[in-house]
């Protein structure tokens, strides 16, 4: 059973940056890992993502939204995954979920890629 936990969350003044961290558990099967983000009355949006296993493990994606802004990074011992966001702007606010699945290319951006989805961690850019 594939267990997520985010934690790093907060409020964080314009320009400033964050880096969010997410727990993982029960991942040997896993694909890819990712993190998406849900603002309120907004469908839930990619952010980025990393090849977890296979003959693409250790590839990144990110959003061109957040591009320039945004890293993915992880710890594959320690079963960790990061997000690292620069630049912070206030549209960044939003609910920001860790994702794991075994997403094909053409759905590794999707929420439908990822089975697996922690609980959340509100990220709030305001001064």
């Known amino acids: 059973q594939v267990q997520l936990v985010e934690s790093g969350g907060g409020l964080v003044q314009p320009g400033g940056s964050l880096r969010l961290s997410c727990a993982a558990s029960?991942?040997?099967?896993?694909?890819?890992m990712g993190w998406f983000r849900q603002a309120p009355g907004k469908e839930r949006e990619f952010i980025a993502a990393?090849?977890?296993?296979?003959?693409?493990?250790?590839?990144?994606y990110i959003a061109d939204s957040v591009k320039g802004r945004a890293s993915i990074s992880r710890d594959r011992a320690a079963s960790a995954l990061y997000l690292q966001m620069n630049n912070l702007k206030p549209e960044d606010t939003a609910v920001y979920y860790c994702?794991?699945?075994?997403?094909?290319?053409?759905?590794?951006?999707?929420?439908?890629?990822?089975?697996?989805w922690g609980q959340g961690t509100q990220v709030t850019v305001s001064s």
């Open positions: 994702a794991a699945g075994r997403p094909i290319t053409s759905t590794l951006r999707t929420v439908g890629g990822h089975g697996y």
């Open positions: 029960g991942t040997s099967g896993i694909h890819a």
């Open positions: 990393i090849r977890w296993s296979g003959g693409s493990y250790g590839n990144t």
